[in-house]
């Protein structure tokens, strides 16, 4: 409300490779958070963040859900990539 130039960014959850199942989320945590990213960017009128991933079980800790060196390496590369041209 201070300052309307600032831009609201929305973005989901990561996603997973193909079968990988972080427990916390359940298997279809990260498809709902892009639903609801989609839906909270057009409602706010904001700008659509990045979708991160896919993280592979290597690019994670042992919790399978949580991002290690090699999955901040990763999604840190992802988020330069989008806010790069910003």
Do not use: K
């Not at 831009?7 to 990988?20: C, F, R, T």
């Not at 359940?26 to 963040?49: I, K, N, W, Y």
Request: some cysteine; charged content about 25%.
């Amino acid at each position: 409300a201070r300052d309307g130039d600032i831009p609201v960014i929305v973005s989901p959850l990561n996603s997973y490779v193909e079968g990988h199942v972080c427990e916390s989320t359940g298997a279809d945590g990260p498809e709902v958070a892009a639903q609801l990213a989609d839906f909270a960017a057009d409602a706010l009128d904001a700008v659509r963040g990045p979708d991160t991933g896919p993280l592979a079980p290597e690019e994670l800790r042992r919790d399978g859900c949580h991002l290690n060196d090699a999955g901040l390496e990763l999604v840190g590369d992802q988020l330069v990539a989008f806010f790069d041209p910003m």
